[in-house]
């Protein structure tokens, strides 16, 4: 699956999916689905889609539906990307790494 088409999905369904990934793809649309974040969740999809021969729209819906924001922020692996994306969800961390 082509990633225009990841994206049209995650924007068609985003309000069928758990709050924490409706936030996630509200903060990637505004992005431009640009983020590296993205590339890596992209990535991700595509390597469990081959590895677990599923359909990605199967894996796309099964992964969205039930992500926590904790598991979102695994998504992120640049620093300054996921401080943006705390301040955009207006949750900020009790701790710091």
Do not use: H
């Not at 936030?23 to 993205?38: D, L």
């Amino acid at each position: 699956m082509e990633q225009s088409e990841v994206i049209q999905q995650l924007i068609e369904q985003k309000y069928r999916f758990s709050e924490s990934a409706c936030q996630y793809i509200e903060w990637n649309e505004k992005k431009g689905f640009r983020s590296k974040a993205f590339e890596w969740f992209y990535g991700n999809m595509m390597l469990l889609s081959a590895v677990n021969d599923k359909a990605m729209t199967i894996l796309l819906e099964e992964k969205m539906s039930r992500v926590t924001y904790l598991e979102i922020l695994t998504f992120f692996k640049d620093e300054d990307e996921k401080a943006n994306f705390q301040t955009y969800t207006k949750v900020v961390p009790l701790y710091r790494d």
